[in-house]
């Protein structure tokens, strides 16, 4: 690549950095009192409904091997 | 360069350093608390302590990837022994056993219908194979080749669309049905190491070697925020349950949980015993619990609204290099290079 082009593409991805900043830098935020309270809210709300969480009776576990049953 | 173009060189940088302090600044407006404050009241979850229910035999090499079929019972994992498996993890039947054209894979998918999964490494490409042909052999049914670096992560958005992150810096939007490329999310500074779809299918993250997170709008193809911070690679990435949060896990040792309507980290997960790399992650389904994937060959368990571990799984014999919590919440799998994968609930 000749030293023009080089330096054509650094002035390209320079302009294209700016462009994206300004982008990111205009959006609108929401404070960290409220972020943090959605999220606490979100875990109670669904601690319940969380089997790694609560855990939950071996007889529903999919995973658990069943006891041995003898055929009569 | 002439003296034109490095004058507009240095009015861009100090221009992208001006717009960067007021993003720091934006955000600092923001701090009126902090996660840990907030949540200063509630008590740390009780120890979490999960049992190996099935360990999943018949790998020969390491394993590099799983994910969970949306049906919570099957899972597909990718080896370096060249085979993508199936699993019926109740049964530990394999369902399906693929062998790859390519055996240094590093990713693989279940598409959400249940229909195809995709995989993809070292060969630049993303291969996805067809689960229900109507003979009954899985084939490959496209070849998504135009990324100039490896394959890290790939996840289906439907069968006719599938999202990957690459070692050349990018994501790509793919249309599977014409094998072709329908977006490039180029941004990234460093390779693209993983990559997670938010629960509204509206947007995804990526995580990559830059340091950085970035959140993508899938259909306008913009990049709307980047998340720093870390001191490391990311190599893991997931959405918190609601999809207003991003979970990041790196080579710096810690994971960290970025708000996306804040636009900035809420916490840190970390402990000064632990020193070596994050390579997987995965909340459980209330994202209360963050099970994180280590190079010790252990998972952690972290609350994720204190920061404290409650708990850990040690079971492997080698670097757990993968981690899935399954739809319904039932069961975490773990993937390791000791060639096992573990279900444990």
């Known amino acids: 690549m000749s030293s023009k082009t080089h330096n054509a593409n650094s002035i390209l991805l320079a302009r294209r950095t700016v462009l994206q900043l300004r982008t990111e830098a205009s959006r609108e935020r929401m404070k960290v009192s409220k972020a943090s309270a959605d999220l606490m809210n979100y875990c109670t709300e669904h601690a319940m409904a969380d089997p790694l969480l609560v855990g939950f009776p071996t007889s529903d576990n999919p995973f658990k091997d069943k006891k041995p049953c003898t055929i009569l | 360069m002439t003296t034109i173009a490095m004058g507009e060189m240095e009015q861009l940088r100090k221009e992208a350093d001006n717009l960067k302090d007021q993003i720091t600044a934006a955000r600092k407006a923001m701090q009126d608390t902090t996660l840990q404050e907030a949540a200063a009241s509630i008590n740390v979850v009780g120890r979490v302590q999960l049992k190996t229910r099935k360990t999943l035999r018949g790998h020969l090499a390491k394993i590099y990837a799983m994910h969970w079929s949306t049906d919570s019972k099957l899972?597909?994992?990718?080896?370096?022994?060249?085979?993508?498996?199936?699993?019926?993890?109740?049964?530990?039947?394999?369902?399906?056993?693929?062998?790859?054209?390519?055996?240094?894979?590093?990713?693989?998918?279940?598409?959400?219908?249940?229909?195809?999964?995709?995989?993809?490494?070292?060969?630049?490409?993303?291969?996805?194979?067809?689960?229900?042909?109507?003979?009954?052999?899985?084939?490959?049914?496209?070849?998504?080749?135009?990324?100039t670096g490896y394959l890290s992560c790939c996840r289906f958005l439907s069968d006719s669309e599938i999202i990957t992150s690459s070692g050349d810096c990018t994501c790509v939007l793919w249309d599977i049905e014409t094998g072709t490329q329908k977006t490039i999310f180029a941004g990234h500074q460093g390779d693209c190491m993983s990559l997670a779809v938010s629960p509204d299918f509206k947007f995804f993250i990526s995580g990559a070697c830059d340091f950085t997170a970035k959140l993508w709008d899938i259909r306008e193809g913009t990049c709307r925020q980047t998340f720093g911070g870390h001191e490391s690679d990311i190599n893991a990435i997931g959405f918190f349950p609601n999809g207003n949060a991003v979970i990041t896990g790196s080579d710096d040792a810690s994971c960290k949980l970025y708000d996306l309507r804040a636009d900035q980290e809420l916490i840190t997960y970390q402990d000064s015993s632990i020193m070596c790399g994050v390579t997987s992650l995965a909340p459980s389904l209330s994202g209360r619990l963050l099970l994180a994937g280590y190079d010790d060959f252990n998972v952690n368990i972290w609350d994720t609204l204190k920061a404290e571990r409650v708990g850990v799984l040690a079971g492997h014999d080698n670097r757990v290099s993968c981690i899935g919590v399954s739809s319904d919440g039932m069961a975490c799998c773990t993937g390791s290079w000791d060639s096992f994968l573990k279900i444990w609930n």
């Open chain 2, 75 to 147: 899972c597909v994992s990718a080896s370096q022994d060249g085979k993508l498996i199936v699993w019926d993890s109740i049964t530990t039947n394999k369902v399906n056993a693929i062998p790859l054209k390519s055996s240094w894979v590093m990713t693989c998918a279940y598409a959400p219908s249940g229909n195809l999964v995709a995989c993809g490494g070292l060969d630049n490409m993303c291969s996805i194979y067809n689960l229900k042909g109507k003979d009954g052999n899985v084939k490959v049914m496209r070849e998504l080749a135009a990324h």
